[in-house]
C-alpha cells in the first residue's frame, strides 16, 4: 500500500480511502464489519463517513453508518490509533439534521458530541464539513449560471466563515478532533478559511473533498493545483461517477439492488447521453487493457497529480476487492494517452 501526506498534518493515510456511505441502507453491520476487515489487511488505514449517512439520506438512516463504524471500533479497541477516522457535520437543507440550519459554532459543537458517541471514539482525526453554508457548484450546478454566487453578501459569509473556524480550532483545543477540513467547496472557500486562519492564529483546513472522475473532472487543474501549492489534501469521492463508470447503467439497465434504483435526492442528473457515449468508450478501452472498466477509473484517478487518497466505496466484497486491486494495477503510458483521447472527446459529460 501506497501512503501520502494528509495535507499540512502529521498524518500519513493510505492512497485509498475506504467510503461508507452504503452501511445502515444497502449494508448491514456484518457486511460494515467484513469490509473494515478486508480494507485494513489489504494496508488501508483511511476511513470516511459522516453524520448525515446513509446515502441517500433520511431521517430513518441519519447517523446510521457512524454507528456502525462505532460497533466495529468498541469490538478492535487496539486498532483505533491505527485508523485514520473522517466524518462530517452536515450543512444547511436537511430538515431532520438541526432543523435544516446552517453550520455554526453551537452545531459543530453539538455535532462533533454526537459524532464521538456513535463513532466509539474519544477524538475524530478529520471533521469536514459537508458543504458550506452558501450555495456550491457541486452537483450538476458547476455549468454557467448553474449557482447564483453574485448575490451572495460576502462579508456576512465571511463573518460566518471565522466563526466556523474558531470553533473547529476550539475543538481541536479541546482535543475532540485532530484536524478539519472541507468538502464540497471551491477556491475561494479554501483561500478564504486560511486567510482567515492566518489572520486570526486559526488552524487552517488540511484537506478537502470533491467529487472527481473520468466523467467530473471540473476541479482539474486549477481547484488541485490550489490545493498543492497551499498543502491541502485533495480527496476525489464518486471516482466511479456513482457507479456510472462500472458499465452497468449503460442502456438504462438498473441492476437490482443498485445504487441508481433508490431515490436520489439530487436525481440522475450524471444519466446524460454524453456520459453514456463516454462510458461505453471506456468499457471497450478496459476490455483492451484486460482490466475492469472499475480498475481503469480507479488507477487514472490514482495517477492524477495533485490526488492524495481516492474515496471508494463497494456493496459487496466483489466489488471492494476489484476496487482495491487498481490501486495496483498502474496504467501505462500509452493507456493514458488512450484515456486522454476519450476524455478529450467528453471533458465534461455531466
Not at 54 to 61: D, G, I, M
Not at 231 to 240: G, H, R
Not at 296 to 301: K, M, P, Q, S, Y
Amino acid at each position: 500500500m501506497q501512503f501520502s501526506r494528509l495535507g499540512s498534518s502529521q498524518i500519513d493515510v493510505s492512497r485509498i480511502c475506504l467510503g461508507s456511505m452504503t452501511w445502515g441502507l444497502q449494508n448491514n453491520q456484518h457486511d460494515a464489519d467484513e469490509q473494515i476487515n478486508y480494507a485494513l489487511s489489504q494496508g488501508v488505514n483511511f476511513i470516511d463517513t459522516a453524520e448525515m449517512y446513509a446515502v441517500p439520506p433520511s431521517p430513518e438512516t441519519y447517523g446510521k453508518t457512524e454507528t456502525i463504524i462505532g460497533n466495529w471500533l468498541a469490538r478492535h479497541k487496539e486498532k483505533r490509533e491505527k485508523v485514520v477516522i473522517a466524518t462530517k457535520i452536515a450543512g444547511p437543507g436537511l430538515s431532520w439534521v438541526r432543523n435544516g440550519g446552517p453550520i455554526t459554532p453551537d452545531a459543530i459543537y453539538k455535532a462533533i458530541d454526537d459524532s464521538l458517541e456513535r463513532l466509539n471514539t474519544d477524538y475524530i482525526d478529520l471533521y469536514q464539513l459537508h458543504w458550506p453554508n452558501r450555495q456550491s457548484p457541486h452537483f450538476a450546478q458547476h455549468k454557467p449560471n448553474g449557482h447564483n454566487f453574485v448575490d451572495v453578501d460576502t462579508q456576512a459569509e465571511i463573518a460566518s466563515m471565522e466563526a466556523i473556524i474558531e470553533a473547529l480550532t476550539k475543538s481541536i483545543k479541546a482535543g475532540k478532533i485532530r484536524h478539519w477540513g472541507l468538502s464540497d467547496d471551491t477556491t475561494w472557500g479554501i483561500n478564504t478559511y486560511l486567510r482567515l486562519a492566518e489572520q486570526h492564529n486559526l488552524v487552517k483546513p488540511v484537506s478537502i473533498q470533491n467529487e472527481f472522475s473520468l466523467l467530473h473532472a471540473k476541479d482539474w487543474p486549477y481547484l488541485i493545483e490550489n490545493c498543492w501549492h497551499e498543502d491541502i489534501a485533495y480527496l476525489p469521492w464518486s471516482p466511479l461517477a456513482a457507479g456510472m463508470l462500472t458499465g452497468k447503467y449503460l442502456n438504462g439497465a438498473r441492476p437490482e439492488g443498485s445504487r441508481w434504483t433508490l431515490v436520489q435526492r439530487q436525481g440522475l442528473f450524471r444519466d446524460t447521453e454524453q456520459a453514456g457515449l463516454a462510458t461505453a468508450e471506456y468499457v471497450t478501452l478496459a476490455k483492451k487493457l484486460n482490466i475492469t472498466p472499475a480498475q481503469l477509473a480507479l488507477a487514472w484517478c490514482d495517477q492524477v497529480k495533485g490526488v492524495t487518497s481516492t474515496i471508494i466505496g463497494a456493496t459487496n466484497m466483489s466489488q471492494l476487492k476489484e476496487n482495491i486491486a487498481a490501486f495496483n494495477m498502474p496504467l501505462s503510458e500509452e493507456a493514458l494517452n488512450d484515456v486522454a483521447d476519450i476524455f478529450s472527446r467528453y471533458p465534461a459529460p455531466f
